[in-house]
């Protein structure tokens, strides 16, 4: 046998993903039985949205699937018109779209950073930005604690002293101050009104990863720019179009020639091919239906608002969210597991999220209700919720 496989073994085993066997809807298929889904992040319902699936189908028709490396004949009309949708929806010069949302914080930090510029980072930052900022090698490295301005403060001076040195290009050190616009795990928002004075002090780019902010988030679901108002003083915006927009992919908006930077140089732009058409087509049209009505955000909030009430009349902790995802506090981890498990047994799929997505003693089950959801879905979840949470005496 092969060295590498002895190595194998001693790795621990994960549990293989659950194998979901219908659309991603609000009732879906797991193992033949039928569960409510409480656990993806398809916000707005458009994972098996009629007008998305549609466009979908059509753009097949008249255009096929794939088309290949953007750089030499893949980029397609349907790509350039989903960037400018997108910027337009972000109320932003320009975009520029990748695969995966992975993909955009690789590129976003990758191109612009080398490895002797500062990068300032918020401790909880999605893994996505923690992996961009190990590839672009970064020595310099500020984390602060999360969504502490006073930490960051702390360290202003040490920060300022770094940026005085200068590259061995001669040039001076850039510093990008990178954040989770809504962060995943416990739905709390960055403090961005006070990142951005933060980053004027210091002259330093403001980046924002707003995965979960994009269709939940501001005017139109513009996002958490909007949500605090800072148009203009963000330079960088990541966003991912699985999330809200249920499809596949990332991007990135900001000013033209920042975006041209990216089309010029990012590594996962060049390197790795372009959308398919299917995906581009239905991300075109949940663009349109956003810009049409903001109907299903209400619907979202309105979803939000009566679980989260709910949860607390019933005397749940759900800790300090200001987003659609909705922790139910449970701190022991063989509880928050238990809890998931009997969830499941009474058909409601919500995830238990352990260590290490989370601190040791700070589990908990993780709730996400969409804009598909009912009423009675979310009546249903509650009863099980609260029949669960007597028996295990934590309410
Ligand atoms: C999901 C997520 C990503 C990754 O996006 P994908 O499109 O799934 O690759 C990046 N950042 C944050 C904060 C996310 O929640």
């Not at 590498?4 to 879906?28: D, G, H, M, N």
């Not at 780019?205 to 139109?220: N, T």
């Not at 915006?237 to 975006?259: D, H, M, N, P």
């Not at 928050?336 to 058909?347: N, P, R, S, T, V």
């Amino acid at each position: 046998m092969k060295s590498i496989y002895a190595v194998l073994k001693k790795i621990p085993e994960k549990a293989t993903p659950r194998v979901i066997q219908s659309s991603q809807a609000p009732i879906f298929t797991i193992g033949n039985r039928k569960m409510l889904n409480l656990c993806s992040s398809h916000y707005l319902g458009f994972a098996s949205d009629e007008r998305l699936k549609k466009a979908a189908v059509e753009a097949i028709k008249t255009y096929g699937l794939g088309t290949g490396y953007r750089t030499i004949a893949g980029t397609h009309t349907l790509h350039v018109e989903l960037e400018s949708k997108l910027a337009a929806f972000k109320g932003t010069e320009s975009a520029v779209i990748f695969p995966a949302g992975y993909l955009a914080n690789m590129a976003a930090i990758q191109t612009i950073m080398t490895k002797e510029d500062v990068i300032i980072s918020d401790e909880l930052n999605h893994a996505s930005i923690i992996d961009a900022i190990r590839l672009a090698g970064i020595q310099n490295k500020h984390i602060y604690k999360h969504a502490d301005i006073d930490d960051l403060r702390r360290q202003k001076d040490e920060i300022q002293r770094s940026l005085t040195v200068l590259r061995s290009d001669g040039e001076k050190r850039r510093a990008l101050i990178v954040t989770d616009g809504v962060f995943s795990m416990d739905g709390d928002l960055a403090p961005l009104p006070e990142l951005a004075e933060f980053a004027e002090e210091i002259d330093a780019i403001l980046m924002v990863d707003d995965a979960h902010g994009e269709g939940v988030l501001g005017k139109g679901g513009q996002g958490i720019v909007d949500h605090f108002n800072l148009h203009g003083r963000v330079d960088i915006e990541v966003g991912t179009l699985s999330k809200a927009f249920s499809v596949i992919g990332g991007f990135i908006t900001g000013k033209k020639e920042l975006i041209h930077v990216y089309k010029g140089y990012a590594r996962q732009f060049m390197f790795t091919s372009a959308m398919t058409i299917p995906d581009t087509a239905a991300l075109i049209e949940a663009v349109n239906i956003l810009q049409e009505s903001d109907e299903p955000i209400q619907k979202l909030w309105d979803n939000t608002r009566y679980l989260k009430d709910s949860l607390k009349q019933a005397g749940f902790d759900i800790g300090h969210s200001e987003s659609p995802i909705t922790p139910i506090m449970l701190g022991d981890e063989a509880i928050a597991q238990k809890f998931a498990e009997m969830l499941f047994e009474a058909g409601v799929y919500a995830s238990a999220i352990v260590f290490p997505m989370v601190g040791k003693g700070s589990a908990r089950i993780r709730l996400i209700p969409s804009a598909a959801h009912s009423r009675n879905h979310l009546d249903l979840a509650l009863k099980e919720i609260i029949r669960i949470g007597k028996l295990l005496k934590i309410i």
